[in-house]
Nanobody, 128 residues
Framework: QLQLVESGGGLVQPGGSLRLSCVAS????????IGWFRQAPGKEREGVSC????????YYADSVKGRFTISRDNAKNTVYLQMNSLQPEDTAVYYCAADYYIPTVRAMCIMLPQHDYWGQGTQVTVSS
């Protein structure tokens, strides 16, 4: 079965950190661009950060730039999202997605309406 599984979400105080993981099973992530997306209640899905498979290029939404870092460890078939200086507005369900082909990482994050694979999501809640 081909799937992505996210983990690492939870409840954290403002200013805290979390690291999300996205693990692929049934296929290798080596040839896939990976993106992290989030959706808060009543809001549209937002592309948070994306990373290419080829040259490691990355894209970050303005709302997370300087606070979040995306990385990949192909040996572990895993992509991470390190989230620092978390704020209440970061509260959302975070999903990872994989695409075999993307025009650019920016396009994957903000333009592509569909993706090859989706995870089930992990809840991140930032609250005091």
């Amino acid at each position: 079965q081909l799937q992505l599984v996210e983990s690492g979400g939870g409840l954290v105080q403002p200013g805290g950190s979390l690291r999300l993981s996205c693990v692929a099973s049934g296929f290798t992530l080596d040839y896939y661009a990976i993106g992290w997306f989030r959706q808060a209640p009543g809001k549209e899905r937002e592309g948070v950060s994306c990373i290419s498979d080829s040259d490691g290029s990355t894209y970050y939404a303005d709302s997370v730039k300087g606070r979040f870092t995306i990385s990949r460890d192909n040996a572990k078939n895993t992509v991470y999202l390190q989230m620092n200086s978390l704020q209440p507005e970061d509260t959302a369900v975070y999903y990872c997605a994989a695409d075999y082909y993307i025009p650019t990482v920016r396009a994957m994050c903000i333009m592509l309406p569909q993706h090859d694979y989706w995870g089930q999501g992990t809840q991140v809640t930032v609250s005091s």
